[in-house]
């Protein structure tokens, strides 16, 4: 009977195992970026502190909304384990270089879903997740602008609190 259940969902199953892992890989990122505003919290960088802040509730806005969608569908969410992550970071630009790392990461795996979607005719599923691909060309391009910032002032004295106060603007 529960083979019978899973074939009427309406998300097709490998696609749906393939979005809570997308839920797992989400929640990861926002606590990622909490423990990078944090370390900018403790280093005066205000600006700085406030985005990932932002950039953690927004990580954790796309896992609930995959996670919603994945249960609006017939399938069963799974509430992720969030590995333990690190609070120790060398500089700004290194916690810039890391957030963009964590974000192709993610368009990879978006990616990733899509594809297997379309493998799968799952068209409902690819059609939901062209969102998530838009949001992170974005996504990817905020961070870019952040570190062009660093090629631009340098990380010396002054510059690295110029850089901060720039912060707010860089997904403009």
Sequence with gaps: MKDLVRQKLGINVEVMDLLNEQVAMEAHSSAIYL???????RNALN??????YEQAEEEREHMMKIFRFINDNGGMAYSPEIPSVSHDFDSLEGIFEMSLEQEIGVTKSIHNIVARCRKVNDFGTENFLQWFVK??????QTMRNALDLFDLMGTDGIALKLIDERIPGISE
Aim: hydrophobic fraction near 40%; proline fraction near 0%.
């Design 47 to 52: 600006c700085s502190a406030k985005f990932f």
């Design 35 to 41: 423990a990078m505003a944090s370390w900018c919290d």
């Design 135 to 140: 949001e992170q060309m974005e996504e990817e």
